[in-house]
């Protein structure tokens, strides 16, 4: 399936309703784009048997059937390809072996071909149609290797088609250059020629990348620095081998999601997206988008302003709808450390109640203290067995679980106070321990405790910069030097 780095909401997945004007008794032709023919969906049940293991190895299928040629994709797909010497070049996903399944799919060819001739359709030999059947219907698209793009007999617009909305012509051009890059990863194998090396392309923009992401940290190329150092080893040894399908196919996934990244950073526009936390979308209403401010004010208060750091890294995660795989990642990894930090500590507090049964303390704010921790330690239990699993996921699922978890009203206000929860509560355990403290010992217990505390905190801070100081003056050598790109 195709990597993914970057999301959006997408009606991609939804059935297209409008039809071309064509039509025949036992159909009717739709217009499709290539992340809606169902690639990846499980048509049908296979079901094996013993066979016979014939001399005559022709028994298996022939290549060609009705003049077109099977390929099989590197992920294992069959697919087949008409050649276009002359005539249009045509390639489907539809299983041509079943006679029945080829004599419908040719007439629909013939159909498109005629229909293409009404109209006037100057298709030269850079152009293929790609057509699918499902049941009585044909779906259908074109895809020009040349102009790297995709286009159908008559004019629908973006919403009709399943694509999202543009800001230009040149900004729908790098969305359908998305959607031809997936047409050409999966029908990669039957060979046809393009006008530069595209593999070279692909190498160039994935040094400019990781160039971008050693230099920034707030890059918006979708792939990491570490991701583009593999693709380059991968790359580079078959630079000279831009036509072979297998390297092909990678070539084009990664074109894809360079594509699609360029579309959602408006990249050629008069206003790009620079920086990853850059907010260019017309929003609309201004208040919304932030949550209310007196919510936020007294959330933050109430949680030792323990709220404002989900807050600040969900609205940035999220700035136009628009989900990176990186920050998400990390964004998941921080809370969990901050999750797994408060079970601790609150554990650790709620040990030292026992004391309570020996000292002159008060036992309603014992009570409460120790309970304010027993939330702590519930609450960061579940946070952290609702989301161990999900700092390996991928950008798509980060943006479903925020757009899931989006309210039109608050924003990631809710969200991100339930995230605080675990070291609010811990800090309020806290507090109230040391208000007992204060409140019923002695003071010359509180003056041996105070002075405890200030000689911990001197230890620990003299540790710290001693363990600094010897992390600079100490360098690895492998560390000084990066390994060459190329």
């Known amino acids: 399936m195709s990597s993914e780095r970057i999301s959006q909401s997408s009606p991609l997945e939804a059935q297209v309703n409008e039809k071309v004007t064509v039509e025949v008794s036992v159909g009717s032709l739709y217009p499709i784009l290539p992340q809606q023919t169902g690639r990846y969906n499980v048509a049908q049940r296979c079901s094996q048997a013993p066979a016979c293991c014939s001399r005559r190895w022709n028994v298996y299928g022939s290549s060609h059937t009705f003049q077109w040629s099977a390929y099989t994709h590197p992920e294992g797909q069959v697919y087949f390809g008409r050649s276009g010497d002359s005539s249009l ?11 029945e399944v080829a004599e419908k799919l040719v007439s629909w060819v013939q159909i498109i071909e005629k229909e293409a001739e009404a109209l006037n359709f100057n298709v030269s030999e850079s152009v293929e ?66 006008h530069s090396n595209v593999v070279e392309e692909a190498i160039s923009d994935l040094i400019s990348g990781c160039g971008d992401h050693l230099t920034s940290n707030t890059s918006t190329f979708p792939y990491s620095r570490e991701e583009c150092k593999a693709f380059l ?3 580079v040894p078959a630079r000279d081998r831009p036509l072979n399908g297998r390297i092909l196919s990678l070539t ?99 040990a030292l109640h026992i004391f309570a049964f020996f000292l ?21 239990a579940i946070l952290i067995n609702r989301h161990q699993d999900m700092e390996d996921s ?26 605080a929860l675990p070291q609010a509560l811990s800090l309020w355990g806290l507090f109230l321990m040391s208000t007992q403290v204060v ?42 030097s990066e390994k060459s790109l190329v």
Request: glycine share 2%; aromatic share 14%; proline share 3%.
């Open 439 to 480: 409140t019923f010992l002695q003071p010359q217990h509180i003056l041996i405790l105070s002075a405890v505390s200030i000689l911990f905190s001197i230890a620990s801070v003299s540790r710290s910069m001693f363990v600094k100081s010897r992390k600079a003056t100490s360098v690895p050598p492998q560390e000084t």
């Open 394 to 419: 991928t950008a798509s699922e980060g943006h479903a679980y925020l757009c899931k978890n989006l309210s039109k009203q608050w924003k990631f206000q809710h969200l991100a106070l339930a995230f």
């Open 360 to 380: 002159p303390v008060s036992l309603p704010l014992a009570m409460a203290s120790a309970g304010s921790l027993s939330l702590s330690i519930v609450a960061s």
């Open 89 to 99: 070049r045509v390639v489907t996903d539809s299983y041509l072996y079943k006679p």
């Open 233 to 235: 080893d991968m790359l």
């Open 129 to 194: 149609l790609y057509v699918q059947l499902e049941d009585e219907d044909c779906n259908y698209y074109f895809a020009d290797h040349v102009a790297r793009t995709l286009f159908w007999l008559d004019d629908y617009e973006t919403s009709a088609l399943g694509l999202l909305p543009v800001v230009s012509p040149s900004h729908l051009k790098l969305q359908l250059e998305e959607h031809y890059w997936t047409h050409v990863e999966y029908h990669s194998m039957h060979g046809f020629g393009f």
């Open 252 to 350: 084009a996934r990664i074109l894809n999601v360079i594509a699609s990244n360029r579309y959602f950073t408006h990249y050629g526009q008069e206003q790009a997206r620079l920086c990853r936390d850059n907010a260019i979308l017309d929003s609309g209403d201004s208040t919304a988008e932030a949550g209310p401010t007196w919510a936020n004010t007294v959330a933050s208060t109430l949680t030792f302003h323990s709220q404002d750091f989900f807050v600040d890294r969900l609205n940035t995660i999220f700035t136009d709808n628009y989900v990176y795989a990186v920050d998400w990642k990390q964004f998941v990894k921080q809370s969990m450390n901050k999750w797994k930090f408060a079970f601790v500590q609150s554990i650790a507090l709620l």
